[in-house]
Every structure is written in C-alpha cells, then in structure tokens.
C-alpha cells in the first residue's frame, strides 16, 4: 500500500494533463496486473530465494509469531492454519481494494497538497536564499561592531588620558596664574583684613607650589618666580610691621599685653608665613618678643614682690620664738611691745583657710589697696598671692608660645625659660634670703602646701613650664621647716622645769604651744602626707611628753602631780581632736594616757574618805579567790567602824570631792567626767563591800543591818552628779 501511494503521489505531475483522475487509476491497476512477472519483485528481508537468508532467524521469527496472542488463539481453538492464512490473506486483498478507492476518491485532494507542498518548496527556497543573504550581512555586521568595539576602546583611552593631562594642567595654571585680585590685596589691603589673610594663604600655596616646580626644573616657574618673590617680600615687610608694632605696645605703662596677645593669636598664620618663607624675620620677631616679654615680667613682678612685703606683719618670729623657751625670756627693759597685729607662730587659727580651693585660687592681693587700709597679712598669703599671680601668667605665657610661635616638648619649654628664667631666678633669690632668716615653721609649712596644690593644677592643665620651679621652691622650703621643727624639739629636750616659774597644776604655755603646733601640722599635712613630717612629729610628742612627767615631778604629792597631767593631756587632747583626725598617732596616744592617769586620779581621791573601805574590800576579794575569807572572821570590829563610818561621812565626803575636783580641773567637762568616774567606782567598791558581807563568814553580823541599801545609795549619789 505505501508503493501504492508512492505511485499516486508520484503520478501527481501526469494528473492535470490526463484530465480523469479514474482513467489514470484504472491505467495503473491495469500495468499491475500485466505485470505477472516476478522475477523483478525486490522482497528485501522476506526473500526467501536469497543466499542470505538463515534458517536461524526464521526460527527466531517463527518463534516470534508463536507468541502473537491471535496466533496462540488460533492454535488453542484448533484452526486450520492454512485455510486461516487464505482467509486472512482475502481480507488483506479486501482492504487493499478498499484503500485504492479511498485514494482514488481523494487524488484530487492529493493533487492539490501535491501542488502546495511544491509550492511551498518555493517559498522555503526564496526564504533560504534571503536567510543566506541575512547570515552574510550579519557576519559583515559583526565585523564591523567588533572594529567599533576596538574604536571605542581606543578613544576611551585617550579621552582619560586627555582628562587626567587636562586636570594636571588645569591645576599646574591655576597655581602658576597670579590673579589680579591677589597682587592688590598683598600691596594695598592692611594686614587685619580677612581678605589679605585669605589672599596671604593663597600667596603661600602658590610659593610652595613654585618650589616644587623648581626641583622638578619645570619652565612654566620661571615666569611667575619674579612677581611672587615680589609678592612675598611685601607680604614679609607688611607683616613683620604689624608684629612688631603689637610687641612694641607691650612696652606702654599700664598696658593689659594679655589684650595684643589675643590679637596675635588671631594672626597667628603670620609667623608661620615667616617661619616658612623668611626664617631671618621669623627670628627677629621671636627674639624681639622674648627680649620685651622677659623684662615685662621681671620688671612686674619685682615690683609686685616688693610691695607685698610691705603689707606683712612687722613682727615676725625670729630664733628666739621656740616652744621650750619660757614666756619671760624675752621680756626685758629694750624688748619691743608685742604688736596687735602680731602673726600667731604656734597657733593656726584662720591661717589654713589658705589652703581652701575658694582663697587658694582667689584674687591676688592689690598691695596699694591693703595699705590704704592699713591691713596687714601672714608670709603664706603674700606668698599664695605672689604665686598664684605667677602660675596665671606663666600658664597663659605657655600656651601662647605654644599656639603663636608653634613649638612644643622641650623647645617650648627652652622658650619658655628664656622669657620666664630671670623672673624665676629673682623669685628663688629672694625667697632663698627671706626663708634663710625664717623661723615661722607654720608659715614655711603652709607654702610648702600651697606649691603642692599649685603644682597639681599645673599638672591638671597638662602645663609643664613650672614643674622645674616648683621643685627648687621645694627644695628651699622642705629643710628650713625640718630644721625649725628640730630646734623646737631641741627647745624642749633642754628645758629646765625648775627655770620656767611658780608651779601650776593647770595646763603649761608649752604644752599648749605644742598642741596647737601639732595639731596645726597635722591637719594641713592630711592632704599630701609627708613621711618625714609625721617622724619630726613623732619625736617632738616624745620630748613633749618626757617635759610634762618633769614637770609633774617638780610637784610634792601624786595628787597635784595627776592633776597636772590630766590637765595638760585633756588640754593637748582637746586641741588635737579639733583640727586632727580621731585616728590620728598623736590622738590616740594622748587618749590612752589620759585614761590611765584619770583612773590613778580617781583612786587617789576615793582614797582620804573611803580608803579604809577600799582596802578592805581589795583584800577580802584577794581572800575569796584563794578561798581564805575565814582568816578575816575575827575582823568584826573593823567592819563596823568602817560601815558606822560609811554611812555617817559618805554624803559630806562626796560634796567635798565633787567640789575639790572642780576647782582641780580647768576642763569644766573634764572634772564632770572624773566625778562621775569616783562615784561610779565607789558604787562598785560599796557593792563589793555589800557582796563580802552577804558571804556565809559575815551574815552573823549585826551591824549589816546598818548597811546603807544599794539603791537608795544609787538614787542619792546621782544628786551630787555636777551638771554643766
């Protein structure tokens, strides 16, 4: 069937001129059939007749059609196989003249997809010939964009080259051209205008700028090296003018230099224009400026420093004012008068306010003010103000050296010392004669105070133009008050008790010399302990205290002489607790003795009334311990005496007590204290007394009965309590 529509399809071409399709079919079935002959049939695989046919394959293909469901239908049903082949073989022939009528009823249809299939053809043949055209412009195509590409590139490059000459060019010109607005700025504009400042920068970039170019030997610089060099020795002349002007001003009377210094901050520029360009001005300027400044200085504190010594006390102590040197030493027919306003040189009093942040920092003393009021001050505050003014002032010299003439580190500190060095000198020289004479160790120790805070703000501010001469002011100060404080101790090691008057049970001149001494150094040395300062401490409160037990002994009866040192240890005691810590060496010391010589005291007086008593209980208490009270049995007599005794003296003997202890002290709050420790330790003795008596040796007495009842004794000493 397909070599029949092969042939149909084939004979397509003969359709139109045969004119009927029917006739053209009959033709053919007719050329079949006369076609008997097949010998020339091409059977391919299904050959028998060939050589190459193999008994194997038609096994296998036998074997194939066995396993085909109607064959094993047929084989199971038991047909005849071959009157099923010549039945299925008629049906094939059936079909076959069927399918030939079919494609005769449609070879018209054939014949027209015939003609449109060929049709076809030639459109597909047109559209490969203009495919083929379009492949071949499109490779011209990419030839071309592939040489636009590479076109591009190339003009990319030279357009960043052509950018990056361009730009340095552009900058190279700008930097050469000296414009208009810049040569009339420099020659006619006064230096304090901000457009000859601006212009002036300008004019400083574009000198360096001709530099650089010089070392590159470019010789664009040579035409713009004139008119800038021109351009700069104005600038230098116009400047080194305003700068030496402002440094002249100085020099006026009465001129406030912080106010033109402010001004050269402003312009500061101006000197580093000069350091950079013209070295030679820059350093006349500079040695200009140190020359004035350092004579300014000098001259005002000179004659600052002089007048504030004429405001000090006319008085001052002197090599005769120690602690162990008795009052009347100094009292003869050509000594002078003690001055009103005569300096305290133990005391302390209101002379560490100083050291207040409020009036260590205040404002320095106006001398001519305090002489119109006709006041007078302490070495330590002419000293405070002398300072403060010079710490103000070289602090603010520092920072304007460091700002205007741009050093920093040790070249700061050189030009700092080379204006401020002689101002310093004078201070030491003068301050070495005062101090060498100077035996106001509280003064000496206040300014040593005074320049530890002062150098901490120096440090605080990151200044370090005075660290330099505050040491060497330590170094004046630190021995002077070491070696005063040793001849006070000296003073006292070598004072003879016997040499120093009438004795007095209350508090001495010298030991109320050393506690106000003491405690005065104590507190100022809180702040910045000194371990030198607490060891001269130390051994002047060993002297002091070796001075009180000579003089205790110089009285006849223990009793004056614990009055005595009750006295002076409450007194010393007292003074230190004002101004020292609670915790302090010398406090606590002070507290231990006291405490040990007030409860000898009250012993000592409970003794005269209640000795007999106090004895006896001691001695009984000693005997209950050992278990012996029994050897006291026979003492029955001595018992009653001393209860008869108790009860008929004990309230005339404590009103006389309380009354003698209060005339003994000075301490108003002392003596109160004392009487409450004897009466408080005779309640424990007649408690004592009661608790002997209880024990089964004594509870046959009779005069227990007469035992004055221990509460009632309670209630009636609290009414001989002084109260103040």
């Known amino acids: 069937m397909a070599d029949v529509a092969a042939a149909a399809v084939g004979a397509g071409s003969d359709v139109n001129t045969a004119g009927n399709p029917t006739e053209v079919a009959m033709a053919y079935l007719q050329d079949e059939k006369t076609d008997g002959d097949m010998t020339n049939l091409n059977l391919g695989e299904l050959d028998l007749t060939t050589d190459e046919f193999i008994l194997d394959e038609v096994d296998i293909h036998i074997q194939a059609n066995l396993e085909d469901d109607l064959v094993k239908e047929a084989l199971k049903t038991g047909v005849d196989l071959r009157q099923y082949s010549k039945q299925v073989e008629s049906e094939l022939q059936r079909i076959e003249q069927a399918s030939i009528k079919d494609y005769i009823k449609e070879s018209q249809n054939i014949a027209s997809?015939?003609?449109?299939?060929?049709?076809?053809?030639?459109?597909?043949?047109?559209?490969?010939?203009?495919?083929?055209?379009?492949?071949?412009?499109?490779?011209?195509?990419?030839?071309e964009i592939?040489?636009?590409?590479?076109?591009?590139?190339?003009?990319?490059?030279?357009?960043?080259?052509?950018?990056?000459?361009?730009?340095?060019?552009?900058?190279?010109?700008?930097?050469?051209?000296?414009?208009?607005?810049?040569?009339?700025?420099?020659?006619?504009?006064?230096?304090?205008?901000?457009?000859?400042?601006?212009?002036?920068?300008?004019?400083?970039?574009?000198?360096?700028?001709?530099?650089?170019?010089?070392?590159?030997?470019?010789?664009?610089?040579?035409?713009?090296?004139?008119?800038?060099?021109?351009?700069?020795?104005?600038?230098?002349?116009?400047?080194?003018?305003?700068?030496?002007?402002?440094?002249?001003?100085?020099?006026?009377?009465?001129?406030?230099?912080?106010?033109?210094?402010n001004t050269l901050l402003k312009y500061r520029f101006f000197y580093q224009f000069l350091l950079a360009n013209e070295r030679t001005v820059a350093k006349e300027i500079r040695d200009e400026y140190v020359d004035t400044m350092?004579?300014?200085?000098?001259?005002?504190?000179?004659?600052?420093?002089?007048?504030?010594?004429?405001?000090?006390?006319?008085?001052?102590?002197?090599?005769?004012?120690?602690?162990?040197?008795?009052?009347?030493?100094?009292?003869?027919?050509?000594?002078?008068?003690?001055?009103?306003?005569?300096?305290?040189?133990?005391?302390?009093?209101?002379?560490?306010?100083?050291?207040?942040?409020?009036?260590?920092?205040?404002?320095?003393l106006v001398p001519h003010t305090a002489q119109r009021g006709d006041s007078r001050y302490p070495y330590e505050t002419l000293f405070r103000s002398q300072h403060y003014a010079l710490l103000d002032n070289g602090c603010?010299?520092?920072?304007?050296?460091?700002?205007?003439?741009?050093?920093?580190?040790?070249?700061?500190?050189?030009?700092?010392?080379?204006?401020?060095?002689?101002?310093?000198?004078?201070?030491?020289?003068?301050?070495?004669?005062?101090?060498?004479?100077?035996?106001?160790?509280?003064?000496?120790?206040?300014?040593?105070?005074?320049?530890?805070?002062?150098?901490?703000?120096?440090?605080?501010?990151?200044?370090?133009?005075l660290d330099k001469y505050w040491e060497a002011v330590l170094e004046l100060l630190w021995p002077r008050f070491e070696m005063i404080l040793e001849m006070?101790?000296?003073?006292?090691?070598?004072?003879?008790?016997?040499?120093?008057?009438?004795?007095?049970?209350?508090?001495?001149?010298?030991?109320?010399?050393?506690?106000?001494?003491?405690?005065?150094?104590?507190?100022?040395?809180?702040?910045?302990?000194?371990?030198?300062?607490h060891t001269l401490l130390g051994q002047l409160l060993v002297e002091v205290e070796n001075f009180v037990l000579k003089m205790a002994a110089e009285f006849p009866s223990r009793r004056d002489q614990l009055i005595f040192l009750i006295n002076n240890y409450d007194m010393m005691l007292s003074v230190l607790m004002e101004r020292a810590a609670d915790d302090s060496k010398e406090v606590e010391g002070f507290q231990q003795l006291l405490l040990a010589r007030t409860q000898e005291f009250i012993e000592e007086i409970l003794s005269p009334p209640f000795g007999g008593m106090i004895a006896f209980v001691k001695e009984?208490?000693?005997?209950?311990?050992?278990?012996?009270?029994?050897?006291?049995?026979?003492?029955?007599?001595?018992?009653?005496?001393?209860?008869?005794?108790?009860?008929?003296?004990?309230?005339?003997?404590?009103?006389?007590?309380?009354?003698?202890?209060?005339?003994?002290?000075?301490?108003?709050?002392n003596g109160t204290s004392i009487i409450q420790g004897a009466l408080t330790q005779l309640i424990q003795y007649y408690h004592g007394f009661h608790k002997i008596l209880n024990q089964p040796t004594f509870r046959s007495l009779a005069v227990r009965s007469e035992l004055i009842n221990l509460h009632h004794l309670m209630v009636e000493v609290k009414k001989h309590k002084p109260n103040f």
């Open 294 to 364: 350092s004579k300014i200085y000098y001259s005002y504190f000179k004659s600052y420093s002089s007048r504030l010594l004429k405001v000090q006390y006319e008085e001052v102590a002197d090599k005769d004012d120690l602690m162990g040197v008795e009052d009347t030493a100094k009292k003869g027919f050509f000594s002078k008068p003690s001055l009103k306003s005569r300096n305290t040189i133990f005391t302390l009093g209101q002379r560490g306010a100083i050291l207040s942040p409020a009036e260590l920092e205040g404002p320095i």
């Open 620 to 669: 009984a208490e000693a005997l209950m311990e050992k278990g012996q009270l029994d050897r006291l049995k026979n003492e029955e007599a001595r018992i009653t005496q001393l209860v008869r005794g108790f009860s008929s003296t004990w309230k005339q003997s404590v009103e006389s007590m309380s009354q003698d202890v209060m005339r003994s002290f000075t301490n108003f709050k």
């Open 396 to 465: 603010r010299e520092y920072l304007f050296l460091s700002d205007f003439f741009m050093v920093a580190g040790n070249s700061a500190l050189d030009l700092f010392n080379s204006i401020m060095g002689k101002t310093l000198s004078m201070f030491l020289k003068s301050m070495s004669t005062y101090v060498s004479d100077c035996y106001d160790s509280i003064a000496i120790f206040l300014c040593i105070h005074i320049i530890l805070r002062f150098r901490a703000i120096t440090a605080k501010r990151t200044i370090p133009a």
């Open 146 to 261: 592939q040489t636009l590409q590479q076109q591009s590139v190339s003009m990319n490059v030279r357009l960043k080259n052509r950018q990056a000459v361009r730009s340095h060019l552009s900058q190279l010109v700008d930097e050469l051209v000296v414009p208009g607005t810049m040569i009339s700025t420099i020659l006619d504009s006064p230096v304090t205008e901000q457009e000859f400042l601006e212009q002036l920068h300008e004019l400083n970039n574009k000198i360096n700028f001709a530099k650089e170019l010089s070392f590159r030997e470019t010789l664009a610089c040579s035409d713009i090296q004139d008119i800038v060099d021109r351009l700069k020795l104005k600038a230098v002349s116009k400047i080194r003018e305003f700068i030496l002007q402002k440094i002249y001003s100085f020099r006026k009377p009465m001129t406030n230099y912080q106010i033109p210094q």
């Open 113 to 143: 997809l015939h003609n449109q299939i060929t049709a076809c053809d030639s459109i597909l043949e047109r559209m490969e010939g203009m495919l083929s055209g379009f492949q071949s412009d499109l490779s011209s195509i990419s030839s």
């Open 488 to 533: 006070n101790i000296h003073s006292i090691r070598n004072t003879d008790p016997q040499k120093l008057g009438l004795l007095d049970t209350r508090p001495h001149y010298i030991t109320r010399r050393y506690a106000e001494f003491s405690s005065a150094i104590v507190s100022i040395n809180q702040t910045f302990p000194n371990e030198r300062t």
